[in-house]
Structures are given as C-alpha cells and as structure tokens.
C-alpha cells in the first residue's frame, strides 16, 4: 500500500494552487489528483512536508479513507404466517 497526503489550502490567503503544485513536483513528490483547494499526492507525512517546505496557507494530513455503509437490510423479525 502507497501512502498518500492530501494537502489543503487552510486559510484565505494562501499561495495559488499552481505553486504549490510546482513546489511539490519540484520536490520530487507525484501528484496523483489536483484541485482548486486540494491535492492528493503520494508520498509520506513528512516527505510531503519537507517538499512543501513553507508555502503560505497551506496545510497537510494523511489520507483517510471509509468504508461506505451496508446497504444490505437486515431482517429484525422473521415474517409472521
């Protein structure tokens, strides 16, 4: 398993999206997505970190991810003859 950060713009502020993107390349970390206010990248906490170095307003943490809901219905009571 790859590990992945996301980093996020945290405040209003901040540097554009592009430089930031342009730092982490430049540090040698591989953008996997890339949104307006959001990047998903591979590479480690502290990888992502050291590359990212001081960028104004932007943030970072590891990915997350849920499991989504059973759909499945459970029987509570069997059915009445």
């Not at 502290?46 to 029987?75: H, I």
């Amino acid at each position: 398993m790859s590990d992945r950060t996301v980093v996020f713009r945290a405040g209003s502020n901040s540097e554009p999206s592009e430089q930031v993107a342009a730092r982490l390349r430049a540090g040698g970390v591989e953008i996997v997505e890339q949104q307006p206010n959001m990047l998903l990248v591979a590479g480690t906490k502290r990888t992502v970190s050291k590359a990212l170095g001081d960028a104004q307003g932007w943030s970072l943490s590891v990915e997350t991810k849920v499991p989504p809901p059973r759909m499945r219905e459970k029987v509570l009571k069997p059915p009445s003859k």
